[in-house]
């Protein structure tokens, strides 16, 4: 069975975004890959996060990952930093990858700004971290979205260096998995942004942990335009915050947008966010109860990830020795 390595950062605030275009299609895909999920903190920690919070928002997204579908018997669900191997991974690949593949990603050219000078060396570095990440378990596949397909590209980069440096096939050359049209979610404020945790309006995104209250008012208070709903997909060109809308209906309704449409051509925006609001309870509203229950039963989770990481330690414990014994460290 092909194998998948996915990895989300538990930097708090799990929204919409998160669940349509990751988490949903994690507990599809664990159906038919050997899938493997990991909470990065270790990427998260290439900017300053506060200790207690970084904790808590590990434990949260584990939650909200349990919570969402994906079934932690059955797929190995873990924290990067509890598993070494990544970072000794990391290591050697900071010795193999090169200066020019790092200056030329984009993700680090936006996160630096005009203070490249000042940002630590971990982001820098962090494709490398990234490409550990997914070839310390030699997977075969990666889900990406448009912003990693870079970072999915210097891994494969990376794991043919090696394997020709050393003359020696020790990695796969990971391929992407395209899940088929991404569901783009934008800002409930601001239709041409993307939702975000960091936004400073809590009423610019649904949090899964929002209950059904709280997800009918920010739908109700979504920002929308005076044209009525359009009956075709050509007529919400220049209409980001219906379209926006239009796809999050679409999404959690598991149709096209074509055939959501259909459905709310010519309602008002108020009847139609009636009828959001209706199908995001109901696919929401599950999922915010069991992670309520989970937050109150934090052992339990943090079983679940002491489990994980073990099992993943022991995926990851051959491949490093190969990788020791390829580059000639001396071995105990």
Known sequence: MNRI???????????????????????????????????????????????????AQTRELAAGMIAAG???????????????????????????ARMGWLSRMTQFKEKAGKNKENVSVGLFAYPCLMAADILVYKATHVPVGEDQKQHLELARDVAQKFNSDYGKDVFPLPEPLILGAATRVMSLRDGAKKMSKSDPSDYARINMS????????????????????????EELVDRPEAANLLGIYAALLGKSLDAAMAEVAGLSF???????????????????????????????????????????????????????????????
């Open 5 to 55: 390595f996915s990895g989300i950062q538990p930097s708090g605030n799990l929204h919409l975004g998160n669940y349509l275009g990751a988490m949903r299609n994690w507990v599809d895909l664990q159906h038919d890959y050997e899938c493997i999920f990991c909470m990065v903190d270790m990427h998260a920690i290439t900017v300053w996060q506060d200790p207690a919070a970084l904790r």
């Open 70 to 96: 994906i079934d932690p018997e059955k797929n190995v669900l873990f924290v990067q930093s509890q598993v070494p191997a990544h970072a000794e991974l990391a290591w050697v690949f900071n010795c193999v």
């Open 210 to 233: 929002d209950d059904a209250d709280t997800l009918a008012l920010k739908i109700r208070k979504a920002k929308t335009d005076p044209l009525p709903l359009p009956e075709t997909a």
């Open 270 to 332: 108020a009847d139609f966010k009636s009828r959001l609001a209706d199908a995001a309870v109901s696919v929401l509203g599950p999922i915010n109860a069991e992670m309520a229950r989970l937050r109150q039963d934090p052992g339990y989770v943090d079983g679940v990830l002491k489990r994980g990481g073990e099992k993943a330690a022991a995926l990851a414990r051959p491949v490093i020795d190969e990788v020791y014994e390829t580059v000639g460290f001396l071995r105990p």
